[in-house]
C-alpha cells in the first residue's frame, strides 16, 4: 500500500514539474514578444512622422465628431439630406477649412520629403471629407 503512494507521489511531481516546463516555456515566448512590440512602440514613437499623423488626426478630430453627430441625430425622412443640401455641409467644411491653417502654422504639413506628401495627403483627405457630402 505504501508502494503506490510513494508511486502516486512520484508521478504527480513529475507531472507538476512537465506543467513547470511548459510554464517556463509560455512565460519566455510572452516575454520575447512584449520585447519585440515595446522595442517596435518605442520605434515609432521616436518617429517624426507618427507625430505628425497624429497631429493631423486629432486636429481633425472636432469637426469629424460634429459630423458623425449630426448624421447619428434624428432628423426625419429626409432630414439630413435637406439640412446638408441648405447650408450644414458648409458650416461643416469651414470648420475643416480652420484646421489648415494651424497645420501649415506648426510645421506639420510643411517639408518636400516623402514624409511630409504623406502627411498633406492625410490632412488634405480627412479636410475634404464634406466633398463626400456634395456628391
Not at 18 to 47: F, H, N, P
Not at 59 to 73: A, E, I, K, T
Not at 105 to 128: E, I, K, M
Request: glycine share 4%.
Amino acid at each position: 500500500m505504501r508502494l503506490n503512494k510513494k508511486t502516486s507521489t512520484s508521478k504527480s511531481k513529475s507531472t507538476s514539474h512537465m506543467v513547470d516546463e511548459l510554464q517556463i516555456e509560455e512565460s519566455r515566448a510572452y516575454s520575447e514578444k512584449m520585447g519585440r512590440w515595446r522595442k517596435r512602440t518605442l520605434e515609432c514613437i521616436q518617429d517624426s512622422l507618427w507625430w505628425r499623423c497624429v497631429e493631423v488626426m486629432n486636429s481633425c478630430r472636432r469637426p469629424l465628431s460634429h459630423l458623425q453627430n449630426f448624421l447619428q441625430s434624428k432628423r426625419g425622412h429626409w432630414g439630413h439630406i435637406a439640412q446638408i443640401t441648405t447650408g450644414k455641409a458648409d458650416n461643416i467644411e469651414r470648420e475643416f477649412t480652420y484646421i489648415w491653417q494651424p497645420l501649415v502654422y506648426s510645421g506639420c504639413v510643411s517639408g518636400d520629403d516623402v514624409d511630409s506628401q504623406f502627411v498633406r495627403n492625410l490632412a488634405f483627405l480627412r479636410l475634404n471629407m464634406v466633398v463626400v457630402l456634395r456628391l
